[in-house]
């Protein structure tokens, strides 16, 4: 059983692209989120998923777009990529009882 | 506005004991979490608290007083593994988690 996914582990980035972060759970979750994480700060909720077919802004969502078509996958979108959404994103489920399981990470740089 | 704080960093020897405090304010409160990450690495769950009270974990432990808006996650006979950043998290009114910044702990010899 692998937990999460996220693809790719590291990206670099010209400013202006469209960049499509994977993320799949074999959990069967209901809950998905992503996060990003900046030197100095906590982790910040970008977009979250309550269950397929559902999404939500979180604290951070300006510039990135989600998706959930099925229970397994919800990839963030950066339809055009700036320097300040360099970050290390993290997807991440959770069941009913709240306890969030994170994926790897991805590690993301826009020049 | 929603508020985690605990302290940047600590410094420990190996084979005692550290606390790490951590006080929140948020919009309501549906359970505390404490998680562990190990540098370049995902967060881990290490904890969570939704009664006042102490809950132990083998060598860690986590206490939460609710009507102090106050946790602390307690770590015994520290081992160089447990080198990391600690994260705090609230579960708020709308079942979000609102996450700390983390605190640095360093394990020395």
Known sequence: ??????????????????????????????????????????????????????TGKGEVPDGYSVSRANTDDFPLTLASAVPSQTSVYFCASSDSEGEQFFGPGTRLTVL | GQNIDQPTEMTATEGAIVQINCTYQTSGFNGLFWYQQHAGEAPTFLSYNVLDGLEEKGRFSSFLSRSKGYSYLLLKELQMKDSA???????????????????KLIIKP
């Open chain 2, 85 to 103: 950043s600690y994260l705090c998290a609230v579960k708020d009114s709308n079942y979000q988690l609102i996450w700390g910044a983390g605190t």
């Open chain 1, 1 to 54: 059983i692998a937990g999460i996914t996220q693809a790719p582990t590291s990206q670099i980035l010209a400013a202006g692209r469209r960049m499509t972060l994977r993320c799949t759970q074999d959990m069967r979750h209901n809950a998905m989120y992503w996060y990003r994480q900046d030197l100095g700060l906590g982790l910040r909720l970008i977009h979250y998923s309550n269950t397929a077919g559902t």
